[in-house]
DNA sequence: CAACAGATTCTCT
DNA sequence: GAGAATCTGTTGT
């Protein structure tokens, strides 16, 4: 179990997330497994941050390796992780994990993971805490991102099965 | 300032 | 497939 340093984080956002997959968050001592993400980069349309920093996407122009929090709908929660060099604008947003321990099973979208673990606005800018058990992710697809209307068949998600 | 779309998810149709 | 819950950012009057 060896804690992800800056330098993973500090690659571009399409590098860095299928990197993510398989690598584990800990939780309340329980491990939940990286198995969806998807990237996002300050030339994507659909990025929140293609149009230049505000309040709300701040975070995504900050150092790497610390955690973007935003809230949608009025309602929801997305957890994302801040990748390339501070300035870049760069994040991966975490879409589901795998459980282990109280009910072994894949979260349902990002919105429900943040919900679980509890994340919130008080987490933007605090440095991320990721762990690499030596895992490697199987079976693992490139498709189109979720929720988005704008650049949608830019292949920026990955998904693995594998647990 | 009003209108609208959005990196969501659940419920009913 | 449509609607609700209801916050944030963008665009237009």
Request: glycine share 12%; aromatic share 10%; net charge positive.
């Amino acid at each position: 179990m060896q804690r992800l340093p800056p330098e993973f984080f500090a690659r571009d956002a399409t590098v860095v997330a299928p990197d993510l997959l398989g690598k584990v968050l800990l939780w309340e001592g329980y491990e939940l497994r990286i198995t969806e993400v998807e990237a996002y980069t300050r030339e994507d349309p659909a990025s929140h941050s293609y149009r230049g920093m505000t309040a709300r996407n701040a975070p995504m122009f900050g150092p790497p390796g610390r955690w973007y929090v935003y809230f949608v709908y009025g309602m929801h929660h997305c957890l994302n992780v801040v990748t390339g060099a501070e300035g870049d604008g760069q994040a991966v947003l975490i879409r589901s994990v795998w459980t282990f321990g109280i009910a072994s099973g894949r979260t349902r979208g990002p919105g429900r993971l943040a919900k679980l673990i509890g994340a919130d606005l008080t987490w933007n800018g605090r440095p991320v805490e990721l762990h690499d058990i030596g895992a490697v992710a199987r079976d693992v697809e490139i498709g189109p991102r979720v929720g988005i209307t704008q650049a949608v068949d830019w292949p920026r998600r990955w998904v693995t099965r594998s647990t």
